[in-house]
């Protein structure tokens, strides 16, 4: 295992329900076909506790022959005497430049510890609130982290206060990252979302256990943010997951585009095998598929294996029924057409904040935008999405993507033209938010609203507390991640240093998002817990697709007040257009470019959005 410097965890609180003890003995629970786990407590406040059960496997250590295969359940882990379970184990293997970068509103402010990293890493852990449970059991929130695909660490979330005062078990999975979570040779010798299918067995695992803990197997909730926001989307979706009854998908869900902060389903195939035949290069391997999964199953240390890869491609999650030919696939189509599909039913919450990807782009952004540098921008996100030639030799349709950038530059082109920098720039936060965020959100709400509850908000509070908000500049309100000091508790958290100080606006808006969430995995209402209907929150319907602003006023949007054309831009007219930049390559001979340019086709279409285009600047 490696020992790199980065801060890990603070403190947990904890008692919870477990088997009868004396007051000075450590708290235990036997898990059925496994053994005995010893846990830790921990004190919340000056009355309250949690208990907490750390470093659970859920799966064999994914390593020699299981690297690059589905976690293996069976048979679980099992020991004789009983496991230490008061301190987390290792985090899943890691660029950990990448982890700063992605869990920054962590590590702003956490003190630093210090990481532990292994391939034997899938492990959960357990918080478990005070007292006894009911007959039922305990609700459970099981949680699916941050960072791209790529990062993150289960030790950074302390569940304990969530737990503790919304009366729920809090569990925390890791899954495989990067090339061990992701890679794939575009056939069956490894179909890929290997991190996916870990998430599986941790759901198997909850719904088969979590009894022993006090808890109920029957209200399970999966929720996560980022990259475990897409996770929770793709399971919604995914008829190999089935083992959770509620859905929380934060700044993520099933068709987050792969380019944000959150990553997504991989779109590029081409840039795969090139990949493929780099680390076949890299690593002496031969060069077909099967030799190359073989080759690199035995590359040690590991972590040369997940810096090398990563200057090659960045390994995603993929629509793996094309390449598996061995058993049933995670993705049986792109998402979006699954979203069409008969969904399952899953009551679901999904949301996004209102800049979500500006403080990665804060550089670029600091001084304002002029409107060269603008239309510049637009243009260089949009070509991310334009189809790309199946090999670099197949240049019988070249892909003219003038269509799509002339699409979108006439959309968010304010009307007037304006040289207003800091309009510019709140135009272009705006744009990436709607693309990549509030787009997929709103159209994974619309689907499931036609079978299920559903509730869909855009979290609008920014921090005020010092040593936490300070990170971020006057002209960004909320950006990727800072809606889960709210979410998790931290201003009640008691362990963190000392200059990080909570004003009491903070912590009434945590208490308050904490009932949220904890309300809606208990009863699939977000507000059933608000004291005094304090906040009246509508869920989303497809007569009524409302979305909550979660700011100080907590208040429902309307036509009048929120963009809902931008949703219908990016969800319906600006698909067909790069469905179009297809449809012609199949239609032209070897000679022909891709149609006339942009505007001709794109401004009839766009024309009903004329006069709303004008209103918007």
């Known amino acids: 295992m490696l020992l790199v410097a980065v801060l890990v965890w603070l403190s947990v609180p904890g008692s919870a329900w477990a088997a009868t003890r004396g007051p000075r003995e450590p708290p235990t629970v036997e898990i059925p076909g496994q053994g005995v786990v010893v846990g830790r407590e921990v004190s919340v406040s000056r009355n ?71 391939e034997d890493c899938l492990q959960l852990n357990i918080f478990t609130p005070d007292g006894n449970p009911p007959a039922e059991g305990w609700s459970v929130m099981l949680w699916l982290h941050s960072g791209d695909f790529q990062t993150g660490a289960t030790s950074l979330w302390d569940g304990s206060v969530l737990a503790v005062r919304q009366k729920v078990i809090v569990v925390t999975a890791a899954y495989r990252l990067n090339i061990l979570g992701f890679f794939t040779t575009l056939d069956g010798n490894a179909p890929g979302n290997w991190g996916l299918w870990d998430q599986v067995a941790a759901i198997d695992w909850v719904q088969s256990k979590i009894a022993a803990f006090g808890g109920n197997r029957k209200n399970i909730t999966l929720f996560g943010h980022g990259a475990g926001g ?88 993929v629509v793996d029924s094309k390449y598996n030919n061995v058993s049933q696939p995670f993705l049986s189509d792109k998402p979006a057409t699954m979203l069409e599909m008969t969904p399952k039913g899953t009551p679901l919450m999904v949301g996004y904040t209102d800049h979500e990807d500006a403080m990665q782009m804060r550089k670029e952004l600091e001084g304002g935008l002029s409107s060269s540098k603008y239309t510049e921008l637009l243009v260089d996100a949009t070509s991310a999405d334009l189809p790309q030639p199946e090999s670099e030799n197949n240049d019988t349709c070249p892909i003219n993507g003038e269509q799509a950038m002339d699409a979108v530059t006439f959309y968010y082109t304010p009307i007037p033209a304006t040289e207003d920098t800091t309009l510019l720039r709140q135009k272009f936060m705006e744009f990436t938010t709607e693309k990549k965020y509030g787009a997929p959100a709103f159209l994974q709400a619309s689907f499931s609203s036609k079978v299920s509850p559903t509730w869909m908000y855009r979290f609008d509070y920014r921090l005020k507390s ?53 309300s809606f995995a208990k009863t699939r209402n977000p507000t059933q817990q608000i004291q005094g209907g304090a906040v ?35 969800n319906t007219y600006y698909p067909k257009v790069i469905e179009s930049l297809v449809g012609c390559c199949n239609q032209t001979d070897g000679a022909s470019t891709v149609a006339p340019r942009g505007l001709h086709l794109a401004l009839p279409v766009l024309a009903p959005l004329l006069p709303w285009a004008t209103w918007r600047v």
């Open 466 to 518: 010092t040593a936490v908000g300070d990170a971020v500049p006057d002209w960004i309100n909320v950006p990727h991640q800072y809606e889960l000091p709210f979410v998790w508790g931290m201003p009640f958290w008691t362990s963190l240093p000392s200059q990080v100080v909570w004003n009491s606006q903070d912590k009434k808006i945590a208490d308050i998002i904490m009932t949220l969430w904890g």
């Open 536 to 570: 009246k929150w509508e869920p989303f319907t497809e007569q009524n697709p409302g979305v909550m602003v979660l700011d100080k006023n907590f208040s429902m949007t309307d036509v009048s007040n929120f963009d809902y054309r931008s949703f219908a831009f990016w």
């Open 230 to 317: 897409v996770s929770v989307g793709l399971h919604v979706i995914s008829p190999m997951s089935d083992g959770f009854q509620a859905a929380i998908a934060m700044s993520g869900s099933a068709t987050t585009p792969p380019d944000s902060s959150s990553g997504g389903v991989a779109r590029e195939e081409r840039s795969t095998v090139e990949a493929i035949r780099k680390l076949a290069e890299r690593f002496y391997c031969r060069p077909s598929t099967a030799d190359v999964v073989s080759c690199m199953r035995n590359v040690q240390p590991v972590q040369v294996l997940v810096e090398a890869a990563l200057q090659f491609t960045k390994y995603l999650p």
């Open 48 to 118: 309250q506790k949690s208990t907490l059960y750390l470093n659970i496997p859920f799966a064999q250590p994914p390593t020699g022959n299981l690297r690059f295969d589905k976690p293996q359940t069976d048979p679980l882990p099992s020991w004789t005497e009983p496991r230490n379970a008061s301190a987390f184990g290792p985090a899943c293997p890691q660029m950990l430049s990448k982890l700063d970068e992605q869990d920054r509103i962590l590590t702003n402010f956490l003190q630093d510890k210090g990481l532990e990293m292994s």
